[in-house]
């Protein structure tokens, strides 16, 4: 685990940053302050955007949310303290948000449709000790129905509404959270099942959904 360790002054400044972005979850904050975003970038001329709130490229035209956006989405999920959780991630990617996730719940199934980014996150994954994390290339419209109920599911791509299949592989009293992107208006929608549903306003760039499998990455 010990390359996941962040360097503490360029995390302590970032941890700054997402507090004035509104970040304020503790333990979200934390792992975030913990986990190296470095040791998710290949390109060692990315490095040092690692603690900066940008956005940074990955293969497949893919990219790493900047950390606000992730913080906000960790958030918004409200995870169990006694990190009792199963997760559903929809979006790969890196590996970075799932390695976040994964220090706060007990299991993160994870679906990306590029075959690339699922190979080489596998492998980045048991390289750094993180060994609760599940992912398979897939339509991350269809989440991961062999698996569910989910207690929460995260979107770490905007959509137009909330997809009625993720929502049906939520348990009772579980949580989807998804960037909603319509027009001009974006929010983070949390829908609780038996709950209700909480829009929150969001400000932060995030790619839309692409549908289906990629054929060759």
Sequence with gaps: MAGLIADPFRAARLLLHLRQEGVTDARVLTAMETIDRAAFVDDAALAPLAFEDAILPIPCGQVILRPAATGHLLQALALPEDGSANVLLVGFGSGYMAALAASLSRHVFSVDRYARLVREGEARLARL?????????????????????????????????????????????????????????????????????????????????????????
């Design 129 to 217: 000790g993180i060994g609760n994390v599940t992912v398979r290339q897939a339509d991350g419209r269809d989440g991961w129905p062999e698996q569910d109920p989910f207690d929460r599911i995260v979107l770490a791509c905007a959509v137009p509404e909330v997809p009625d299949l993720l929502l049906s592989q939520v348990r009772q009293g579980g949580r989807l959270v998804a960037p909603v992107v319509r027009g001009n208006d974006r929010a983070i929608v949390s829908v609780t099942l038996g709950a209700g549903v909480l829009r929150t306003p969001f400000f932060q760039h995030v790619p839309a959904m692409t549908e289906g499998r990629a054929a060759v990455l």
